[in-house]
């Protein structure tokens, strides 16, 4: 059964905060005044700090598990889905953080081993989903294992506060879009890079980096 609306719209203001701090570390007070409700409406919606945490993690579940429908849609052309593939990546990355999962494996194990499985679920999907573009000759012949070991391993250092403005003269959303690109050539076949619509992808880019801005 589908969570209330009200419910989904409390989980997505919190989503935000606890990518970069701990959940274990909150407390009721602090999450109520982050999804900018009393601690009596957040009651009327969430039994308990654990459920809100488990309500979380069913999200990043769900959205992993829709991403998979993207990946194995064969009306849509295999250019066009490494497209979505990578914006959904990103948003992995991003809600997904390193503290996160940390602060799940230590204090959350058995929501940590459930979000692990789908992140590993996913993996697989692409995997094959690479693999066949290979042998229908759209993607250049590569290890796909190692492409996605870089995908989440760049992702992660560019979405890392340090990372654009201390080191490098690129702001982060020029980062990604430059990634995305060195991406597209990497593994797109030359003559299938020009069927590639990227029209929207600097404001879908924009659009993602909103939701934790």
Known sequence: MRKPVSADRYINKIK???RKTKFSQMKIDDIAKYMDISKVTLYKHF???DDIIEQVVEYEIEYLQQADTVVNDDSLPFVERFQKTFLQS???VIFISDL???D???FYPRLFEKLVIAQQNRNKNLQAFFETGMDQKVFNRMNAVLSLVQDDAMLRRIMD???SIQWYDLTLKQAIIEFYKMKQ???IRPEHLDTAVDSD????VGEILRTIS
């Open 16 to 18: 935000p905060i606890i």
């Open 47 to 49: 039994s308990s700090k």
């Open 90 to 92: 990103l948003l992995c």
């Open 100 to 102: 996160f999962l940390q």
């Open 104 to 106: 799940l494996k230590e």
């Open 161 to 163: 506060p340090t990372f």
């Open 185 to 187: 050539y990497q593994m």
């Open 201 to 204: 992808f600097e404001s879908q």
